[in-house]
């Protein structure tokens, strides 16, 4: 009897979930993204609004970067910068409200 199960590895079914799924490659770093999320970051530190951990912030700017670039207006994206840098495991501590966080991260973005 013959095994009639595809193998999991078949080029042409992943290629069908990928385009299904709207997957694919993971998209291309945006470095204007990524240059104002680090000012906006280098801001709040300064200010001594949060504190991370140096081998981290890479990391956390990929993060903060994919994540406010799916902001859908500057109310949205303010927001979505605040919740990720307090829910984010690469912060170490935040010293600063929600409120002083947004004012910081509001004068960087204009």
């Known amino acids: 009897m013959a095994d009639d199960t595809p193998p999991d590895d078949d080029p042409i079914d992943v290629a069908l979930l990928r385009a299904a799924l ?3 490659e993971d998209p291309e770093p945006n470095p204007q993204m990524n240059s104002e999320v680090e000012r906006a970051l280098s801001a ?3 200010a001594e609004l949060v504190e991370i951990d140096e081998g981290r912030r890479p990391a956390l700017i ?4 994919t994540v406010v670039g799916e902001a859908r207006s500057p109310r ?3 927001k979505r910068f605040v919740r990720t840098i307090v829910h984010s495991d690469h912060v170490e501590e ?3 409200s929600d409120d002083e966080l947004r004012e ?3 004068k960087v973005a204009d």
């Open 22 to 24: 709207g997957g694919g």
């Open 44 to 46: 709040l530190i300064e």
């Open 62 to 65: 990929a993060e903060l970067a």
């Open 76 to 78: 949205d994206y303010l």
């Open 94 to 96: 935040i010293y600063g």
């Open 104 to 106: 910081i991260i509001a």
